[in-house]
C-alpha cells in the first residue's frame, strides 16, 4: 500500500514539473488559457451558482434540510434508499448544477445525516448539468436550436436517475447503521419533522446576521476553489492541445468509438470534453458530423462532466470519508446510457419538440437576451418549486397513509 501511494505521488510530481515546463516554455498558451477560464468563472460560474450556494447554506443552517429528512424518509428510502435528507441534495443537484451536489452531500455526512455508502450513492446520481445550461447555453447558445434542449437534459436526467434508482443496491449491508429520533412511531411524522428543525435551530446559537454572513462567506470561497480549477483545466487544455496530446487522445477513442457507428469528426470534441465540459460540448455542436452523432458526443460529455468538474466535487468531499471510486465509475456509466437515451429519443423527441417548442421559445430568446444572473435566479425558482412539490406530495402520501390506516382500523 505504501509502496503504491509512494508511485503515485512520484506520477503527480512528474505532472507538475512537466506543467511548469510548459508554463515557462509556452507562456503565450499559458496566458490565454488563463485567461478564458477566469472569463469563464466570473461570466457563468460564478453569478449562476453563487445564489445556489447561498441558498443552500442558510436552509441547510435553518434547519430546513432536518425537516424534508423525516417529512421525505418515506418517499426517498424506498425509491433510492438514502434518507429523506437526501431530498433536499436531490432537489437542489437538478436544478443548479455541478458541483453543488457533492458540496450539500459532504455537508450532510460531516453533520452524520447519512452513511457513507448512503452519501456515495446521493453523490453519485444528484450530480448533474445544470438545466438551463442545457436548455439555453448548449441547445440554443451552441446548436441554435431550441428544440434540442428537452432532447438533452431529458437524457441527461433519465440516465442520472435509472442510475439512482440501480445505486440502491449499491452496498446494501451497510454495517453503519446511524440513530433515528426516539418515539417515532409513535408521533406523527409532520410533528416530528417540526421538531427536529426547532431542535436544530434552538442548538446553532448565531443570530441571523452572522447566519447570512457565513453563509455568504462559505459560498465565495468555495467558488474561489471553483474558479481555481477552471482557470488550471482551461490552461491544461491550452498545453495539451498545442503539444498534440488531444489528439492522440481523439484517436485512441476512436479505435472504439468508430466502430461502433460514431462520426471520427466529434472524436477531438470528446478528448477536449474529457478533461473540461463547456469546451467539449461547444467542439461538439461544431463538429462537422451528422446531428445525431453531435448530439450523442454532446450527452456523453455532459454526463462524463469533464475531470475538471470531478477535481471539483474530490474538493469538496476532501473533509469527509466519502470515497471518490463510486462517483467516476457512475460517470462512466452515466455517459454510456445518456448516449443510449439520446438515440432512442432522437426521433420522436425532436418532431414533438419542434411542434410544440419551437414557434414559442425562437422568438423569445430572439427578443430577450439572457444574462447569467437571470439565469441563475431562474434556476432558483424552479428549485423552490421542486422543493414545495416534493414537501406537497409527501404531505399527501403521508393523509393517504393515515387515511387507510383509519379506513382499515377495527371498530
Known amino acids: 500500500m505504501q509502496r503504491r501511494q509512494e508511485i503515485i505521488r512520484i506520477f503527480w510530481t ?173 408521533t406523527w411524522i409532520l410533528k416530528r419533522a417540526l421538531d427536529e428543525l426547532l431542535a436544530h435551530q434552538g442548538q446553532d446559537k448565531r443570530p441571523p446576521g452572522q447566519i447570512i454572513g457565513d453563509a455568504v462567506k462559505n459560498s465565495i470561497n468555495n467558488l474561489l476553489t471553483i474558479g481555481g480549477f477552471i482557470i488550471l483545466f482551461a490552461v491544461i487544455i491550452n498545453l495539451l492541445t498545442q503539444a498534440g496530446i488531444i489528439n492522440l487522445i481523439a484517436r485512441a477513442l476512436g479505435l472504439v468509438l468508430v466502430p461502433m457507428g460514431l462520426s471520427p469528426a466529434v472524436l477531438p470534441a470528446l478528448a477536449s470534453g474529457l478533461f473540461e465540459m463547456t469546451t467539449g460540448t461547444r467542439l461538439a455542436s461544431e463538429a462537422a458530423a451528422p446531428l445525431l452523432h453531435r448530439l450523442v458526443a454532446v450527452a456523453m460529455i455532459l454526463a462524463w462532466s469533464g475531470l475538471s468538474i470531478q477535481a471539483q466535487a474530490a474538493s469538496m468531499i476532501a473533509g469527509t470519508d466519502i470515497r471518490m471510486r463510486p462517483f467516476i465509475m457512475v460517470r462512466v456509466a452515466h455517459a454510456i446510457l445518456a448516449a443510449i437515451y439520446t438515440r432512442l429519443l432522437f426521433g420522436p423527441a425532436t418532431v414533438l419538440n419542434q411542434y410544440l417548442i419551437q414557434p414559442v421559445f425562437a422568438p423569445l430568446f430572439a427578443a430577450h437576451p439572457i444574462s447569467a444572473w437571470s439565469i441563475s435566479f431562474l434556476s432558483l425558482l424552479i428549485l423552490f418549486v421542486i422543493l414545495g412539490l416534493m414537501i406537497f406530495l409527501a404531505l399527501i402520501l403521508i393523509l393517504l397513509t393515515r387515511l387507510r390506516i383509519l379506513i382499515l382500523r377495527p371498530r
Request: a positive charge; proline letters at 7%.
Open 14 to 186: 512528474a505532472c507538475a514539473l512537466l506543467f511548469v515546463l510548459g508554463m515557462i516554455t509556452r507562456p503565450r498558451t499559458v496566458f490565454e488559457g488563463a485567461i478564458f477560464g477566469l472569463g469563464t468563472w466570473w461570466n457563468i460560474v460564478f453569478p449562476s451558482l453563487l445564489p445556489f450556494f447561498i441558498v443552500s447554506e442558510l436552509l441547510m443552517n435553518f434547519g430546513v434540510v432536518h425537516f424534508m429528512g423525516v417529512l421525505l424518509e418515506p418517499v426517498m428510502r424506498p425509491l433510492f434508499n438514502v434518507p429523506g435528507t437526501g431530498s433536499f441534495v436531490l432537489a437542489i443537484g437538478y436544478t443548479s448544477g455541478y458541483p453543488i451536489g457533492a458540496m450539500v452531500t459532504a455537508r450532510l455526512r460531516a453533520q452524520k445525516l447519512c452513511t457513507r455508502i448512503e452519501a456515495e450513492r446521493l453523490m453519485s446520481f444528484t450530480n448533474n448539468s445544470s438545466p438551463l445550461f442545457m436548455l439555453v447555453a448548449v441547445a440554443v447558445g451552441m446548436f441554435h436550436n431550441a428544440a434540442l434542449g428537452p432532447l438533452i437534459a431529458g437524457a441527461h436526467y433519465m440516465a442520472n436517475l435509472t442510475l439512482g434508482l440501480l445505486l440502491r443496491f449499491y452496498g446494501r449491508h451497510d454495517p453503519e447503521i446511524l440513530p433515528r429520533p426516539a418515539g417515532e412511531k409513535h
